[in-house]
Structures are given as structure tokens and as C-alpha cells.
């Protein structure tokens, strides 16, 4: 039986409606932008693998240094003990985080990251003798797949079954360009009513991504971060998609005037060789948490928190972004993105397309609405599966997020794709 015939047999995947699904295409073997199949086909990987991936895959010196770890030291419980990769990379990466950012708490993945981050939140007020546990969010923002990370989302096809058991969260639109002033409006409304129960704001910085590729507008976007901190209200930027270089600089937060109090990450942290999660915090959040009574502790960890070898990842992937000018890399794909909108934006089967950092996103023009379940989805996906790129389209939203060594040719591979197939649109 081939890989892909023996998964059918006893795996379940995630996303997937295991009765319609096609066979999962078995990957072997992985080398830069470019995967490798059993069955002796190559593919070009134009979604970094679920957003994780940056330096490419299998990249060696990501490998050699895993393995130097693995063979030195593969866990560690990491309370009261500590290891050389989990300092190392919190020093390296506190640096690099928006202004103000002191403290690196691990966990595994980006919900829980999220899930750290409410908590804290939460508990940040709790310990000071206060109760607020109310969040604003935005709709359609995408936060994760555990219950709290699934609450602070917008209500969805992924939350349906579970809607009953979410607790309440209050939404406000995203700052998308056309939405601005509904957006602040709505955000101004709750802080005059109920500022005192709210813990925390949580957003994706410029760019929801799972929503479908949002671009949101950074002034405005800034301002109601300065309102919320105005009023005492905790600001979690949820970087887990965002996070090194996907917007351009290396976090888009800095594409605001004002620093988030708590910093999500995930995904590309390790370069996308390992699970790891982080939640920064500033030193006021930290500091709330000191306390000779037992109670103020936070009680939260996981038993991969602060893997070695994922940390080890995470500290070859920052040490990469120095010796191979990884920003700079974003910065030419944005280029080539800007080019390649000059000359296709006007396709009369797209109705929009845009832009930020590495991804590129299109709206396909569809006679059936738009939404995730949009059969868009799957043709699109089909029609460039069969022409060696792989993409997972979010509804009739077709989107490019390549790692950053992808080569230039590769990347002209793939728009001649796009025009291929929004040619056969009309
Ligand atoms: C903004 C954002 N937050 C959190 C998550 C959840 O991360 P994970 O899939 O690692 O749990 C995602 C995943 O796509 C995300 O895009």
C-alpha cells in the first residue's frame, strides 16, 4: 500500500471531512520553497506550510542545529529548571519585540499562546483585587482552536458546534480601509460603557489572516490601540501569523504608533521546524504576578513548554535572519508582489487584489457569495495542485505566503499559474 493509501486507514486530519476528502498527498522530502512526493511529483510550496515556514524547508544549518540539541539535551521540565536554548532565545528575541516587552513565557503552539495571554490578562486584574474579564476583539479575527482562543474568534463555521460554551466577548469591526470610523466608533462606545469590566483587547496587527487575507488600515488601527491603553485596558497582539517578516518588518506591530502590553507568537518562530509558543509581557503584567501569597501565581504550563530542541530552533531561525538578510528577502518579494499587481489587478475575474509583506491576496469573482465553503476553494486549489503549487485558498480568497528563500523564477512560476487560472475564470 502507498503512504497515502495506509493514512486513509487510521489517520483523521485536521480541517478535513474525512468522508469527501481527496487522498492526502504523501510528501517525502522537503528542500527550499520546493516538496517532494512518493509518487515522484514536486511541488512548490506557496503557503510556507500552514504559515510556518521562513528559512525553507529542511534548511540544513535549522537541521544541524536540532540535532546538536537533540543530542545534548531533548527536555527539560521547565519549572525550577532552566536550559541554555530557552534563555538564549528570550534574550535574543525581547530586543526585536515592540518597546517594552520584558518577559518570555513558553508554551507550544499559537492557541496556546493566545490562551497564555487571556489568562494573564485576566489574572493581571484579578491579582490586584479587581474583576475584568470581559475582551474586545474583532470579528472575523482568528485566534486559535482551544475554548478561549476559539472565544476571543469571531463566531464562525469553526465555532459553531460550540457557540453555547464560549464565554462573551465584545466585537467591534476591523479597521479594514472603508471601515475606519464604524471601527472606532464601535471601539469608543464600549470604553464610555463598560471600560472597568474589560481585561484586554486582542487583535491580529494589520492583517487578519484566516478571515481572508484582511489588510487593515495602520492609523486607525493605532489610534484604537491609544484608546484602549488610555484606558487601562491590557493590548494582546496576536503576532502568531504576523510574526518575523510576514508584513514586511519584522513584527507589524511596528507598523503602530503604540506598543502592545502582550505579544503572541508562533508559527515562524521556529523557523517552522518546531512546536513553540510565546507570550511576551511587559514588566507592569510581571510584576503583578510577584507576591508572597501563592495564590497570585500563574498556574499554567504545559509539559513541552520550552522545548529544547524547538528553543534551539527558534535561536538557529533569529540567528538566520542575521546571516542571510532574511528582511531583505521579504522586502524583494514584496517588490515582485507590487509588480505582479501592476500587471494582473485589473484581470476582470478578480473583484480585488492586495497586497502587504509576502502575501499576496485575490478575491475571485464567484456568482456564489463569498465564505470559506466557497467552491472556489477547492478548484482553485485542485487546478494549482495539478500544476505543482500548492496554495489552500480561505473561501474565494487565493493568497501567496512563500517561505523567503523562495527564487525569483519560482515566484514568476506561480503568477503565470495565477494568470492561467484566472484566464480560465471567464
Ligand atoms: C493569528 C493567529 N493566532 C493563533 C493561531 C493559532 O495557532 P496554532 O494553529 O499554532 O494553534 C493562528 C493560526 O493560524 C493564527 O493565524
Same mark, same amino acid.
Given at each position: 500500500?502507498?503512504?497515502?493509501?495506509?493514512?486513509?486507514?487510521?489517520?483523521?486530519?485536521?480541517?478535513?471531512?474525512?468522508?469527501?476528502?481527496?487522498?492526502?498527498?504523501?510528501?517525502?522530502?522537503?528542500?527550499?520553497?520546493?516538496?517532494?512526493?512518493?509518487?515522484?511529483?514536486? %511541488?512548490?510550496?506557496?503557503?510556507?506550510?500552514?504559515?510556518?515556514?521562513? $528559512?525553507?524547508? /529542511? $534548511?540544513?544549518?535549522? #537541521?544541524?542545529?536540532?540535532? +546538536?540539541? /537533540?543530542?545534548?539535551?531533548?527536555?527539560?521540565?521547565?519549572?525550577?529548571?532552566?536550559?541554555?536554548? !530557552?534563555?538564549?532565545?528570550?534574550?535574543?528575541?525581547?530586543?526585536?519585540?515592540?518597546?517594552?516587552?520584558?518577559?518570555?513565557?513558553?508554551?507550544?503552539?499559537?492557541?496556546?499562546?493566545?490562551?497564555? !495571554?487571556? +489568562?494573564?490578562?485576566?489574572? %493581571?486584574?484579578?491579582?490586584?483585587?479587581?474583576?475584568?474579564?470581559?475582551?474586545? /476583539?474583532?470579528?472575523?479575527?482568528? $485566534?486559535?482552536?482551544? =475554548?478561549?482562543?476559539?472565544?476571543?474568534? &469571531?463566531?464562525?463555521?469553526?465555532?459553531?458546534?460550540?457557540?453555547?460554551?464560549? =464565554?462573551?466577548?465584545?466585537?467591534?469591526? #476591523?479597521?479594514?480601509?472603508?471601515?475606519?470610523?464604524?471601527?472606532?466608533?464601535?471601539?469608543?462606545?464600549?470604553?464610555?460603557?463598560?471600560?472597568?469590566?474589560?481585561?484586554?483587547?486582542?487583535?491580529?496587527?494589520?492583517?487578519? &489572516?484566516?478571515?481572508?487575507?484582511?489588510?487593515?488600515?495602520?492609523?486607525? =488601527?493605532?489610534?484604537?490601540?491609544?484608546?484602549?491603553?488610555?484606558?487601562?485596558?491590557?493590548?494582546?497582539?496576536?503576532?502568531?501569523?504576523?510574526?518575523?517578516?510576514?508584513? @514586511?518588518?519584522?513584527?507589524?506591530?511596528?507598523?503602530?504608533?503604540?506598543?502592545?502590553?502582550?505579544?503572541?507568537?508562533?508559527?515562524?518562530?521556529?523557523?517552522?521546524?518546531?512546536?513553540?509558543?510565546?507570550?511576551?509581557?511587559?514588566?507592569?503584567?510581571?510584576?503583578?504576578?510577584?507576591?508572597?501569597?501563592?495564590?497570585?501565581?500563574?498556574? $499554567? &504550563?504545559?509539559?513541552?513548554?520550552?522545548?529544547?530542541?524547538?528553543?534551539?530552533?527558534?535561536?538557529?531561525?533569529?540567528?538566520?535572519?542575521? +546571516?542571510?538578510?532574511?528582511?531583505?528577502?521579504?522586502?524583494?518579494? /514584496?517588490?515582485?508582489?507590487?509588480?505582479?499587481?501592476? +500587471?494582473?489587478?485589473?484581470?476582470?475575474?478578480?473583484?480585488?487584489?492586495?497586497?502587504? @509583506?509576502?502575501?499576496?491576496?485575490?478575491?475571485?469573482?464567484? @456568482?456564489? @457569495?463569498?465564505? %470559506?465553503?466557497?467552491?472556489?476553494?477547492?478548484?482553485?486549489?485542485?487546478? =494549482?495542485?495539478?500544476?505543482?503549487?500548492?496554495?489552500?485558498?480561505?473561501?474565494?480568497?487565493?493568497?501567496?505566503?512563500?517561505? %523567503?528563500?523562495?527564487?525569483?523564477?519560482?515566484?514568476?512560476?506561480?503568477?503565470?499559474?495565477?494568470?492561467?487560472?484566472?484566464?480560465?475564470?471567464?
Amino acid at each position: 500500500m502507498s503512504l497515502s493509501e495506509r493514512d486513509l486507514q487510521v489517520i483523521w486530519h485536521p480541517y478535513t471531512q474525512m468522508q469527501t476528502a481527496k487522498p492526502p498527498v504523501a510528501i517525502t522530502r522537503g528542500a527550499g520553497a520546493w516538496l517532494y512526493s512518493e509518487d515522484g511529483k514536486e %511541488y512548490l510550496d506557496a503557503i510556507s506550510s500552514w504559515w510556518t515556514n521562513i $528559512h525553507g524547508h /529542511a $534548511h540544513p544549518y535549522l #537541521a544541524e542545529q536540532i540535532y +546538536k540539541q /537533540a543530542s545534548t539535551l531533548e527536555h527539560l521540565i521547565f519549572a525550577g529548571f532552566t536550559h541554555a536554548p !530557552a534563555v538564549k532565545l528570550a534574550e535574543m528575541l525581547l530586543p526585536l519585540l515592540p518597546e517594552g516587552q520584558s518577559r518570555v513565557f513558553y508554551s507550544d503552539n499559537g492557541s496556546t499562546a493566545v490562551e497564555v !495571554a487571556l +489568562k494573564m490578562a485576566i489574572q %493581571y486584574w484579578s491579582n490586584q483585587g479587581l474583576t475584568r474579564t470581559r475582551f474586545i /476583539a474583532m470579528k472575523e479575527a482568528y $485566534h486559535g482552536d482551544t =475554548f478561549g482562543a476559539m472565544s476571543v474568534s &469571531g463566531r464562525s463555521a469553526f465555532t459553531k458546534a460550540f457557540d453555547s460554551l464560549m =464565554f462573551e466577548v465584545d466585537y467591534i469591526e #476591523a479597521p479594514v480601509p472603508g471601515n475606519e470610523l464604524q471601527a472606532l466608533a464601535e471601539l469608543q462606545v464600549l470604553l464610555n460603557d463598560k471600560s472597568k469590566e474589560i481585561a484586554g483587547f486582542i487583535y491580529e496587527p494589520m492583517l487578519q &489572516g484566516t478571515a481572508g487575507m484582511r489588510i487593515m488600515q495602520a492609523g486607525t =488601527f493605532s489610534e484604537m490601540i491609544n484608546l484602549c491603553k488610555a484606558s487601562g485596558i491590557l493590548c494582546i497582539a496576536d503576532e502568531v501569523m504576523t510574526g518575523f517578516g510576514r508584513t @514586511g518588518p519584522m513584527f507589524a506591530s511596528e507598523y503602530f504608533q503604540y506598543a502592545p502590553d502582550m505579544v503572541c507568537l508562533s508559527k515562524g518562530l521556529t523557523g517552522g521546524m518546531m512546536a513553540l509558543g510565546v507570550t511576551t509581557s511587559s514588566e507592569k503584567i510581571y510584576k503583578a504576578f510577584l507576591s508572597d501569597d501563592r495564590m497570585k501565581t500563574l498556574f $499554567h &504550563g504545559h509539559s513541552y513548554t520550552a522545548n529544547p530542541i524547538a528553543c534551539a530552533a527558534g535561536v538557529a531561525s533569529l540567528e538566520l535572519f542575521e +546571516k542571510e538578510k532574511t528582511l531583505e528577502k521579504v522586502s524583494a518579494i /514584496a517588490t515582485l508582489h507590487a509588480a505582479f499587481i501592476k +500587471k494582473v489587478g485589473a484581470h476582470p475575474a478578480l473583484s480585488s487584489i492586495r497586497t502587504i @509583506g509576502v502575501v499576496l491576496a485575490m478575491e475571485i469573482k464567484t @456568482g456564489e @457569495g463569498t465564505g %470559506y465553503f466557497n467552491n472556489v476553494r477547492d478548484e482553485a486549489l485542485n487546478y =494549482f495542485l495539478e500544476r505543482k503549487v500548492i496554495i489552500r485558498p480561505l473561501g474565494n480568497v487565493l493568497y501567496l505566503l512563500p517561505p %523567503y528563500c523562495i527564487s525569483e523564477a519560482d515566484l514568476h512560476y506561480i503568477y503565470g499559474v495565477i494568470i492561467l487560472y484566472l484566464d480560465s475564470r471567464l
